[in-house]
């Protein structure tokens, strides 16, 4: 079975700083995909990157990448240029390709800006 | 488009009661999961249908447990007798079968509390 860990609870970054958050998974399978998904205190859940896989390139989406070692089974998320708004649960989530697949998510990390 | 529609928000009920609460996927998406967040338990996936058929009901529970999703556009997740340990936010989200996105698309969630 498919089982994804945040080794990190909180973590704290000053306003305009950058921060990684971590996470590792472990699959016996080869194609899936990851995820990292965004909880603010409204509690809804909003996707925040996505990485295939398949695809060696890491996933950027304006001020959030990745680092994806495959081989190591890491999928970290930077934040660049922190912003207030950033401040929410972050979690980690592990999705097979193949077709149904459920979403498998880590802990969580709760992150918190300072002004 | 409108995304996935959860009833009720918020619901507070006493031991013992029915709680049923309520998920409209996003149209065209043919997969639909219930989770359970809990700070002690985290997120739990509970069941999952795929062309309203259930797939893994691995997680619900107990009997008391009980899902249904009668078409595409609809389905409910129904808990009798509730009890106090049942309270928490419970997600729908819903997603393609399969295709290059992945990921899912969750509601805002219903927060029920069993006195």
């Known amino acids: 079975a498919q089982t994804v860990t945040q080794s990190q609870p909180e973590m704290s970054v000053q306003e305009a700083e950058t921060v990684t958050l971590s996470c590792t998974y472990d699959?016996?399978?080869?194609?899936?995909?990851l995820f990292w998904y965004k909880q603010p205190p409204s509690r809804q859940m909003i996707l925040v990157i996505r990485?295939?896989?398949?695809?060696?390139q890491n996933a950027t989406e304006n001020r959030f990448s990745v680092n994806f070692q495959k081989a190591a089974k890491s999928f970290s998320l930077k934040i660049s240029d922190s912003q207030l708004g950033d401040a929410a649960m972050y979690f980690c989530?592990?999705?097979?390709?193949?077709?149904?697949?459920?979403?498998?998510f880590g802990q969580g990390t709760e992150l918190s800006v300072k002004p | 488009d409108a995304g996935v529609i959860q009833s009720p928000r918020h619901e507070v009920t006493e031991m013992g009661q029915e709680v049923t609460l309520r998920c409209k996927p996003i149209?065209?998406?043919?997969?639909l999961f219930w989770y359970r967040q809990t700070m002690m338990r985290g997120l739990e996936l509970l069941i999952y249908?795929?062309?309203?058929?259930?797939?893994?009901d691995s997680g619900m529970p107990e009997d008391r447990f009980s899902a249904k999703m009668p078409n595409a556009s609809f389905s409910t997740l129904k808990i009798q007798p509730s009890e106090p340990r049942d309270s928490a936010v419970y997600f729908c989200?819903?997603?393609?079968?399969?295709?290059?996105?992945?990921?899912?698309?969750f509601g805002e969630g219903s927060r029920l509390t069993v006195l």
């Open positions: 249908f795929n062309n309203n058929v259930p797939i893994d």
């Open positions: 990485q295939e896989a398949y695809k060696q």
């Open positions: 699959t016996s399978e080869s194609d899936y995909y």
């Open positions: 149209s065209g998406h043919n997969s």
């Open positions: 989200a819903s997603s393609v079968l399969a295709g290059a996105i992945g990921e899912l698309f």
């Open positions: 989530a592990y999705r097979s390709y193949n077709q149904g697949g459920k979403l498998i």
